[in-house]
């Protein structure tokens, strides 16, 4: 079982940036594709954004699209979230998580390992 660990989150401003990391234990990280998703209490995790295994494909939730970027350095078996103009709502639990594919996908029933999660803050 792979092993995810994020780090990053904190507390921002409305308007600022954050950048999400999670390091990958396992060495397929390469073959597989991954993605991040958030969790706000009392609320079902959402999906935030996805890439392939090649790093050639992303997908990302209407929500973030345009402020969010997802991109992966497999050489440090490494996946960031770059985040733009924050705003409060985006406040919450990002997990990134590892796909049994290596396409993008959305289902959350699609990745098999996930991380511990790190919080995210936005202050109005």
């Known amino acids: 079982q792979v092993q995810l660990v994020e780090s990053g989150g904190g507390l921002v401003q409305a308007g600022g940036s954050l950048r999400l990391s999670c390091a990958a234990s396992r060495r397929s990280f390469s073959y597989l594709a991954m993605g991040w998703f958030r969790q706000v209490p009392g609320k079902e995790r959402e999906f935030v954004a996805t890439?392939?295994?090649?790093?050639?494909?992303?997908y990302y939730a209407d929500s973030v699209k345009g402020r969010f970027t997802i991109s992966r350095d497999n050489a440090k078996n490494t996946v960031y979230l770059q985040m733009n103009s924050l705003k409060p709502e985006d406040t919450a639990v990002y997990y990134c998580?590892?796909?049994?594919?290596?396409?993008?996908?959305?289902?959350?029933?699609?990745?098999?390992?996930w991380g511990q999660g790190t919080q995210v803050t936005v202050s109005s």
């Open positions: 890439i392939s295994s090649s790093g050639d494909s992303t």
């Open positions: 998580a590892q796909s049994r594919n290596q396409w993008v996908t959305v289902r959350q029933d699609e990745y098999d390992d």
